[in-house]
């Protein structure tokens, strides 16, 4: 194998980067479900042809793990003689292929160049409904996945370019909204169309082999940028733990995430074997999204802008305890999987910020999910409204936390409101941040928001996938918590009720209301040693209330005529008081 120059190598890896960009705006401008269109939950990659990332899009990091499990079941399943240029195929199986949930539907399109197959073209994209007990697909009782919605194994999707009608017709057939499940899953396979004529156009520029000799060399690229990042860290060893609020059965039961991760020369162990039992409910996660999760951790550490490709994978080594949470024997649930993702990162941030504390980070918001679904009182069809929410992020090393944001590996978009109100039978009448809900430290953390809904439609089937309702988010290094999430049913009226943070099917009526409050991010460091005129312009602001400005900063903000004003003496008083 003859290497590649650095310079057609560098030119290679931009326009690799490029399609895969390409692909996802074709994606997203394809979209029939707002959850694609507008919230964007979906990523994009090139592969080779044994099923390692090439190139991803990063919308969601944990597709870096769930790629090569899905060509994976792929290529157990099919032989290379039953490959053929224009074919497709599909799964959204957790455990024989990589989906993180059922939801999570993959396309991978075999590219082929002079006849030759290269590689795969491939997409993961969230369906509004594939079937199950609720709309939505996420049944927070599901005890296996069973109860998850249909499970497609990897198939053939589209044999030389002729799509398959029957399983279009099962997947419709199973879906509460069968345009939109049908509609998105072909505009994946466009998307991955259109990566297959740009790799061929790149051939065509480069030549296959300096093409296909380049992947080794941007994988060993990545590796070694990676390795030397680690071996400029002390050796040692750092633990982390958090828990998620429950696993939508044992309401009462935290579940416990915990790693420890094992640095010597430019290799890290990531120990999980701490890790609570697999639950009963759909709390579960399998290790190809562990593995994602260590890779996101590391793409933190060493640079946001790393190539994304096998080479990082080369660097990861775990270790995980079968029958456990983050190991669940089949058929374990694993639907609500994301928060126990984010309660994983946020330990495996707490680990690492032992092995390397110049990188730190309070917890934040984690991610949830809002689900209505039903059957429209006005065209009698099928309809699931799907939103994907964050909050707060944590304080960070020298900068305060983000409010309003999606936090750690969830990059989903919140869909806009015209937009909701436009297509579906709910009108929102709050959306603002939360005073006070982020927690106080050096550097604060971001805010939380609310936001509050009325139904205008019968029988709205309600489902909510969320966590830190309990388990507080948690700030670091003196910071304080953040402000924990809260979903109220029609607050202040006869029946107000305050339901868990996973919850399924209440079915609501017109004038019905419901308001969830998302969480506020940790603060980083003593709230005593923020800058005072800081704590000053979160009041201006909104952001901190004067009392809390006082209570928890010892910082003296008066209001005279309307305007306020910082106190400066007083506060020096206080704080030495303190």
Known sequence: MSAVDPVTLQVIQARL???VQEMQNSLFRTGYSTIIRESQDASCAILNRQGEVVAQHVVLPLHMGAFPACAAGILKNYTADEVDEGDAFI???????????????????????????VGFAANLAHKSDIGGP???????????????GLHVPPVKYAHKY?????????????????????GDLRGQVGAARLGERRFQEMMERYGKETILNSFEQLFA??????????ASWPDGAGEGERFVDSD??????????????????????????????????PANIRPTIVRAACCYLLTCLVDPALAINYGLARTIEIKVREGSVVNPRFPAPVNTYNPTVHALVESLLEASSRITPRKKVGDGCSSRSIIIGGRSNKTGKGYVQYEIFGGGSGGRSGKDGVSGTNVNQSNAKIAPIEIIESEFATRVRRFELIADSGG????????????????????????????????APKGIDGGGDGKTGRCTLNPGMTGERVIPSRFSDHVLHPGDVFSLETPGGGGLGNPLERDPQRVFNDVRNGYVTQAR???????????????FVLDEAQTWALRAAK
């Open 440 to 471: 106080p430290g050096t550097f604060r953390g971001g805010l939380g928001f609310v936001r509050e809904y009325e139904v205008l439609d019968n029988d709205a089937r309600f489902s909510l996938r969320s966590t830190k309702h309990t388990v």
């Open 17 to 19: 980067a490029g399609i």
């Open 91 to 117: 799964t959204n199986h957790p455990y024989l292929g990589g989906s993180p949930h059922a939801p999570d539907m993959a396309v991978l399109s075999p590219i082929f160049y002079k006849g030759e197959w």
């Open 162 to 182: 002729q799509t398959s009608k029957d399983l279009e017709a099962v997947l419709g057939c199973n879906s509460r909204t069968p345009e939109l499940v049908v």
């Open 134 to 148: 609720v709309p939505g697909s996420c049944w927070s009782q599901a005890r296996e996945i069973y109860q998850e």
């Open 549 to 563: 400005a006082r209570e928890v900063y010892r910082v003296a903000i008066a209001q005279i005529d309307g305007d």
């Open 221 to 230: 690229l990545t590796e070694a940028r990676v390795r030397a990042e680690i």
């Open 248 to 281: 939508g059965i044992d309401l009462d039961k935290p579940v416990r995430l915990h790693v420890r991760i094992e640095k010597k020369g430019d290799r890290l162990l990531f120990d999980f074997t701490g890790c609570a039992d697999q639950t009963k409910g």
